[in-house]
C-alpha cells in the first residue's frame, strides 16, 4: 500500500459501487454528451446521449429487469460497442444481478457452451446473433428465460425488446415503482463473470465485484488524468475488462464523452471526425497504425523530410533536457 501512494500522481474521490459512479457523474456532467456514435459508418448523423439520459436508461432498464425478477440472477450481454451494451451492463449490476459479458466473435457453439456453463437466466443481445438464440430455445440445458434484442425485429416470438423494456421500466417509476432504488448492493459479492482464456482449451471463469473494479477505477484515476474536455474512442471489446474500466466506467467516471468506433477500417476516419483526444489500445493496433503512416509517407516520397525532422526533434528535445 505504501508503494502505491508513492506512485500517486493524482488524488480523486473514490466510489463503492456501480450505483455511486452512476448518480455521481450525472450529477456532475448532467447535459454534457456522454456517448457518440453513428449507426452506420457513411451516416453523417450522430447520435448522442448525455449522462442524465444514461442514467434514466439504467435505472428505466434496471426497473424493468427486477420486474422480470432478474434481480440476483445471471445476464448475459453480448453485442459489438454500442451504447446498449453499456446501458445493460449498469442496469444488470445496479439492479442487484449478476452480469455475463460475452465475446462478440465467438462461434455459435462456444456461446451456446457459455450460456449453459454460467447459468444465465436471461441474455441481452444485438440481432446478428438472433440465429443462436432461437436454437438455445431449444436447448434443454439451458437456463434462459429472457431473450432481449438490442434492435428491433419483426414477428419474433418470445423476444422481448430492449428499448420497450426501457419505457415499461420508465412508466413503472412514473407510478411509483421504487424497487430498483432499494435494492441493496452487494459490492464485495460477484457482480461480473467473465470468460477468459487459459491454458488449455476451454475458457475459464473469472469473477469480480463492484469493489474490485472501482478500487480500479480510482487506482487509474490516481495515476492517468483525463477530463470532461476529453473524448475517447471506443474500438476494443467491450466485455474485455481492460476496455470496460479504462474508456468505458473510468471515462464515464471522469466526464468524457465516449465515441464508439465503426470498425478497425475506420478507426483514422473516427479519431478525426470525433476529434478524439485519447484511446485505449493495445501495442498491436499502435504497430498497425504506425505502419499505415510509414507507407503513406514512402508513396508520398516524404521518407527524407520525416528523417531531417525527426533528427531535428531527437536534438532539441536532448539541449532541452
Partial sequence: MQELSRSKLYEIEKVADFRELVERSAKLYGDKTAFIYKNNPKDTTYITHSFNEFKDDIQNLGTSLIDLGLSKKRTSIIAPNRYEWCVSYLAVTTSGGI??????????????????????????????????????????????????????????????????????????RENGDNRYSEVEIDRTGMTVMLFTSGTTSISKIVMLSQANICANIYSTGCIAKVTSEDTFLSFLPLHHTYESTTTFLYGFYSGITIAFCDGIRYIVQNLKEYKVTGFVCVPLVLETMYKKIQKGIDEKHLRIP???LTFISNLLLKLRN
Wanted: hydrophobic content about 40%; some cysteine; aromatic content about 10%.
Fill in 99 to 172: 452480469v455475463v459479458p460475452l465475446d462478440k466473435s465467438l462461434p455459435d457453439n462456444e456461446i451456446i457452451s457459455s450460456i449453459i456453463r454460467s447459468e444465465v437466466e436471461a441474455v441481452i443481445f444485438d440481432k446478428k446473433y438472433l440465429d443462436v438464440f432461437e436454437k438455445l430455445k431449444l436447448n434443454t440445458e439451458c437456463k434462459l428465460k429472457y431473450f432481449i434484442c438490442m434492435d428491433n425485429v419483426q414477428n419474433e416470438v418470445d423476444i422481448f425488446s430492449f428499448e420497450n423494456l426501457k419505457n415499461k421500466g420508465k412508466l413503472l
Fill in 306 to 308: 520525416f528523417t531531417i
